[in-house]
């Protein structure tokens, strides 16, 4: 089944220590999304590459850093994560403007 | 500044019932809505989705009425079953290359038997 898969499911990490979290796809779409999500809160949107082109959100912390070495994978790197930073971070894909389909989600836990 | 509202955290509503969850928006720019839900443990499913050129969509149990003027959008679930309990979030999004979504804070829906 074509899907959108994360690596971990679950994280844990140390304050300061640097963590990368993994996203692919076999849905071949052209768009992909890293979202952070806290307890009780939307999802915010972090970045997204269009193809190739990354798009940072003007409110996404420099902390957080992203990659996407070919179609398939794309992955979110958090450089120094603080106790802010522990959230679920949901990685979607989309073809241009057409509907976004989710991942099941990492989520992070930072001691 | 919250661009999305869903005001009503937690919905309970009886199997075979309606349930009615509701989603305010604040930027005339959003064309495009979405509803989402989501079981504890997994990421986010499509649902249904509506243009801001229709008021409404309809899609087996689940229907979405848009009030354009009123900047408010509904999703209705008839009947509801126990399956539909999640969490359902509304995203909206503006014309733009790519689709940028803004979610709500998300509506928590138990059906009871």
């Known amino acids: 089944d074509a899907m959108v898969i994360q690596n971990p499911r679950y994280q844990v990490t140390q304050f300061g220590k640097p963590v990368t979290l993994s996203c692919s796809q076999t849905?071949?779409?052209?768009?992909m999304y890293w979202y952070q999500q806290k307890s009780s809160q939307a999802p915010k949107l972090l970045f997204h590459?269009?193809?190739?082109?990354?798009?940072n959100e003007a409110d996404t912390p420099d902390n957080f850093q992203s990659r996407r070495p070919n179609t398939s994978f794309c992955f979110l790197d958090i450089r120094s994560p603080g106790l802010g930073d522990a959230a679920m971070y949901l990685c979607?894909?989309?073809?241009?403007?057409?509907?976004?389909?989710f991942g099941p989600g990492t989520r992070l836990l930072v001691l | 500044d919250q661009q999305v509202k869903q005001n009503s955290p937690s919905l309970s509503v009886q199997e075979g019932r309606i349930s009615i969850l509701n989603c305010d928006y604040t930027?005339?720019?959003?064309?495009?809505f979405l509803w989402y839900k989501k079981y504890p443990a997994e990421g986010p499913t499509f649902l249904i989705s509506?243009?801001?050129?229709?008021d409404k969509n309809e899609d087996g149990r689940f229907t979405v009425f848009l009030n354009k003027s009123a900047k408010h959008l509904s999703l209705h679930i008839v009947p509801s079953q126990p399956g539909d309990s999640a969490v359902y979030f509304c995203?909206?999004?503006?014309?733009?290359?790519?689709?940028?979504?803004?979610f709500g804070t998300g509506t928590r829906l138990l059906v009871s038997p």
């Open positions: 979607a894909t989309s073809s241009s403007k057409e509907t976004q389909y």
């Open positions: 849905l071949n779409h052209n768009v």
């Open positions: 590459y269009y193809d190739k082109d990354f798009n």
């Open positions: 930027n005339s720019m959003f064309d495009y």
């Open positions: 509506i243009s801001s050129i229709k």
């Open positions: 995203a909206a999004s503006a014309n733009t290359g790519f689709q940028k979504l803004v």
